[in-house]
């Protein structure tokens, strides 16, 4: 069994920086893939970056792209979120997931609002 405990979110002003930590509670999946998804009331829940464990290739939607950086410390089995010029539109729950082929394990989510 494995856990994702999310941290560092906050309320911040439009164009403030926010980063998010996502800590897997075991060794194990370290080859899997680690990411972020948010969610916004009303909304579905959408991709916003992952990172690959294995060589640490990332992605990142399209609409944090130039604002927001996905990384990794392994040694720490955590995931990180910096995210730069936060929008208005970026409110959301902020989730951690863990998967291979797909996310399988997800963390409670941390609450991300911008002004």
């Known amino acids: 069994h494995v856990q994702l405990v999310e941290s560092g979110g906050g309320s911040v002003q439009a164009g403030g920086s926010l980063r998010l930590s996502c800590a897997r509670s075991?060794?194990?999946?370290?080859?899997?893939?680690m990411g972020w998804f948010r969610q916004a009331p009303g909304k579905e829940r959408e991709g916003v970056a992952h990172i690959t464990t294995k060589d640490g290739s990332t992605f990142l939607a399209d609409s944090v792209k130039g604002r927001f950086t996905i990384s990794r410390d392994n040694a720490r089995y955590t995931v990180y979120l910096q995210m730069d010029s936060l929008r208005p539109e970026d409110t959301a729950l902020y989730y951690c997931g863990l998967g291979a082929a797909a996310f399988s394990y997800w963390g409670q989510g941390t609450q991300v609002t911008v002004s």
């Open positions: 075991t060794w194990k999946y370290s080859t899997y893939c």
